[in-house]
C-alpha cells in the first residue's frame, strides 16, 4: 500500500485540523512511517522535525492564535512549546496546551540528539530510535485524530492501525525453515541476508543449506561458505559446524542486500 493511497484516509480523519496545516501533517508524518520501514534514518529524520514543526505551528495556532509562518525558522523549539503549556486554562484543552507540547518536545529532542536528518548530532542513529520515534508520532496522530473527529482514542488508533504501509519481507520464517523472498540472489548473498536474520547467534551450517536449498551440502561447504570466510564475511568454525556473520559481513548486508 503506498502513502498516496493513505493520505485520504487520514484527511478525513483530520478534517477538524485546517488544510494549511493538515497537509503537510499528513505528508510529514505517511514519510516517516515510509523511510522507517525502509531504514532510511536521515530520510526519517528530516520527516520527523517536518512532523514536530507543523504540530508546534498548528497547537500555536489552536492555543495562542497566532502561528510561526511557514518559511520562516523557528528560533526555540522547547522555548515555543513551553509557551503552550504555560497558556491560560481556557486556551485549549489538557492534551493541547500540555500533554501534546510536551510529546512534540521529546520527539524533537530526539531526532536533533540522535544524528537524524541533519549533522553533527552526539549519537549514530539506530532502529531502536527510529521505532521509538515512529510510535510517538502515531501517539500523537491518534491524539489528533480523537480531538478532532470526535473518536475515542481506541478507534483512532484503529484507524492508525489500519494504515499499514506494506513492504514483502526479506525473509520469511514458516514450519521452523527461513527464506529468502528477495528474488535473483546468488546463493553467497542468501547464505548472508539469511544469518544477518539471526544477527544475534549462531547457525549450523546443515540449516543454513536447508534454508538455501543448495543440493549439495558438501560443495555449499567449500563453494559458498568457503569464499565468505575467508573474506571475512563470515566466521565458520569447523569444529562445531556453526556459522556467526561478522561485522564485515552485517554492513554488506545493510550496503547491498536490503536497499
Known amino acids: 500500500m503506498s502513502t498516496k493511497s493513505l493520505s485520504p484516509v487520514l484527511d478525513n480523519a483530520l478534517a477538524g485540523i485546517p488544510k494549511t496545516f493538515r497537509t503537510r501533517l499528513i505528508k510529514s508524518y505517511l514519510d516517516l512511517k515510509k523511510n522507517a520501514l525502509e531504514s532510511r534514518h536521515d530520510g526519517a529524520g528530516i520527516a520527523v522535525g517536518k512532523f514536530c514543526e507543523t504540530s508546534l505551528r498548528f497547537l500555536q495556532n489552536k492555543i495562542l492564535g497566532a502561528y510561526t509562518p511557514f518559511g520562516t525558522p523557528i528560533p526555540n523549539f522547547p522555548d515555543e512549546c513551553r509557551k503552550l503549556v504555560t497558556s491560560p486554562i481556557t486556551s485549549g484543552t489538557e492534551s493541547e496546551r500540555i500533554i501534546l507540547p510536551r510529546a512534540l518536545v521529546f520527539l524533537y529532542t ?6 537524524l536528518g541533519h549533522a553533527g548530532g552526539d549519537v549514530d542513529a539506530n532502529s531502536i530510535d527510529i521505532a521509538a520515534m515512529t510510535k510517538l508520532a502515531d501517539w500523537i496522530i491518534c491524539e489528533l485524530i480523537r480531538l478532532y473527529h470526535g473518536l475515542s482514542l481506541e ?3 484503529d484507524i492508525v492501525d489500519g494504515l499499514a504501509i506494506r513492504q514483502l519481507p526479506t525473509i520469511w520464517e514458516v514450519a521452523g525453515k527461513k527464506r529468502v523472498l528477495k528474488d535473483g540472489l546468488a546463493a553467497k548473498d542468501e547464505s548472508l541476508l539469511l544469518l544477518y536474520s539471526c544477527a544475534d547467534s549462531s547457525v549450523f551450517i546443515g540449516d543454513l543449506c536447508e534454508w538455501v536449498e543448495y543440493s549439495n551440502p558438501g560443495v555449499f561447504k567449500s563453494k559458498v561458505i568457503g569464499p565468505l570466510h575467508k573474506a571475512r564475511l563470515l566466521e565458520f568454525d569447523r569444529e ?6 561478522s561485522p564485515k559481513g552485517a554492513a554488506h548486508v545493510e550496503d547491498n542486500l536490503l536497499k
Open 110 to 115: 530526539m531526532r536533533n540528539k540522535r544524528d
Open 155 to 157: 478507534e483512532a488508533q
Open 240 to 245: 562445531t559446524e556453526s556459522i556467526t556473520l
